[in-house]
């Protein structure tokens, strides 16, 4: 679907310079495949480079986030190929074989790499320091350091261990037993990571179920897992190279699957989409906001300790503003940008509460989308843990102009999809979108073959 103008016109203006100018699309259609899942390509590299010998992964996302996992492991010491974008070849010494690295460990702009990596790390026999960029080094990292240091982590850094830079020394750690009140999967993949080489089992509890791909992968390479409801139980072990393959990533189809949730011609198919329901919780939100044209058809695999995936067909429709219930949060927490896309053309208001969590990811997301949202007039009110969205149709008459992502780019792809809403005639200008690639490289490409 290839037209002049096209929707979206992306300007790459170096780090923090970059913008998208998106105008109203009238149609949308095709079939797409988005890259791979994130945080399953960073958990492939992650035990692949613990793992003693040969594992490939297929699907892999090259993009900014998972490449910083990716160099850190050469650094530490793994053989590390890539013949093509979405593949890898790793060939490990195994954990005991790691080496000390010769320089600082950049984990770029990835939360999950930067925190998972200090359990793998907290275990080793070296020493390491690692640090992010701007926006890295202003999120939370005591929340690793914390049971990091219960298990005998040696980890210092600004505000006791608070922020990056971290500086890690390697020492024997002991099993713990963790309530995860963070209801985060960062935190437990850590302690799990951390868990395979301490001293005795390592169990981590949740309130709620957060997303569990560390679970799903570690058997796939040898890894002794026991999972009882929402508590997680790792037995030390040595792991063994294995062959994976990595979905596509539920969270970037999410925007292409509000694309034609939101247009009103439109019939776009997802092939190939990660469908673990610990992920997949804005199909739930969108049914209870009355989505009638989402079908979503489950392709594999028959076995229950990898992947689901599957297609999912989006065509338009009317949506309902709801109260999302926050015992849902954890399982949309990286689809509220787009979710409040959906909200702004649904009739009816939307409230998300129990999400102060959002506060604190790559940008502080709560500010962001209200921010955007008063630039183009949609009525919002803002709560410490979330906010309120009047709705304004599936024609909302929105203003054109000027937002900021806040260098954050989930709020950047977001924003891209609500400006196809702009009434005829008006342009949204989106700024601070290189930030895009940490996640969906190839994106405006993308949007632009199925939009006109
Ligand atoms: C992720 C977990 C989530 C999510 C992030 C990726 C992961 O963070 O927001 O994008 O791969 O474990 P929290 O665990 O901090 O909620």
């Known amino acids: 679907m290839n037209d002049t103008p096209e929707a979206l016109t992306e300007t790459r203006g170096g780090p923090e310079n970059g913008s998208m100018l998106v105008r109203r699309s009238r149609r949308v259609g095709g079939s797409v495949r988005v890259p791979g899942d994130k945080s399953i390509s960073h958990r492939s590299l992650i035990l692949g480079g613990m793992a003693s010998g040969q594992t490939t992964v297929k699907g892999f996302l090259s993009s900014d986030d998972c490449l910083c996992t990716l160099s850190a492991f050469s650094r530490l010491g793994v053989r590390i190929m890539q013949p093509d974008p ?18 600082i460990l950049d984990f770029g702009n990835s939360g999950t790499a930067s925190r998972l990596m200090c ?3 907290s275990a080793t026999s070296f020493f390491t320091v690692m640090t992010g960029d701007d926006s890295l080094r202003k999120r ?3 929340r690793v350091v914390d049971p990091l240091t ?3 982590a040696r980890i210092d850094g600004p505000g006791e261990g608070s922020r990056l830079p971290l500086a890690i020394r390697g020492t024997s750690l002991k099993g713990i037993h963790y309530f995860n009140t963070h209801k985060s999967a960062q935190v437990k993949s850590a302690i799990l990571l951390a868990g395979l080489n301490a001293a005795g ?37 040595r792991l063994t190279g294995t062959l994976l393959h990595v979905p596509g990533d539920f969270s970037s189809a999410a925007f292409f699957l509000a694309l034609g949730l939101l247009t009103p011609a439109s019939s776009l198919t997802l092939d190939g989409v990660g469908l673990n329901p610990t992920r997949t919780g804005l199909l739930r939100v969108l049914e209870a906001m009355e989505a009638r044209s989402l079908h979503i058809v489950p392709a594999g695999p028959p076995d ?15 949506l309902r503003g709801i109260d999302v219930p926050p015992e849902w949060i954890p399982n949309i927490i990286d689809e509220i ?13 939307t409230t998300i509460r129990g999400a102060a969590e959002l506060r604190v990811k790559e940008s502080d997301r709560i500010r962001g989308i209200v921010s955007a949202l008063s630039v183009l007039g949609v009525p919002f009110e803002e709560f410490p843990d979330g906010l309120s969205i009047g709705g304004l149709g599936p024609e909302p008459r929105l203003k054109g102009g000027s937002v900021d992502s806040l260098n954050d780019h989930r709020i950047a792809m977001a924003m891209a999809v609500l400006g196809t809403r702009l009434p005829e005639g008006e342009f949204l200008q989106i700024r601070g979108t290189d930030f895009v690639s940490t ?3 190839g994106f405006s490409t993308l949007f632009n073959q199925v939009t006109e």
């Open 86 to 103: 979405s593949s890898v070849h790793m060939d490990s010494p195994g954990f005991a074989g790691l080496m000390e690295p010769d320089a």
């Open 119 to 121: 359990g793998v790390l």
């Open 140 to 142: 939370p990292m005591k």
């Open 150 to 152: 219960a298990m005998g």
């Open 201 to 237: 089992s390592t169990t981590v509890e949740e309130p709620l179920q957060t997303r569990d791909h560390t679970e799903r992968l570690l058997p796939l390479f040898g890894g002794k897992v026991t999972r009882d409801n929402l508590r997680t139980t790792v037995h030390p072990g």
């Open 304 to 318: 229950s300790e990898s992947e689901p995936y599957g297609s999912i067909h989006a065509g338009f429709s009317e």
């Open 337 to 349: 940008p787009i979710l409040a896309a959906c909200a702004v053309c649904a009739r009816g208001t």
């Open 439 to 441: 996640s969906f490289p």
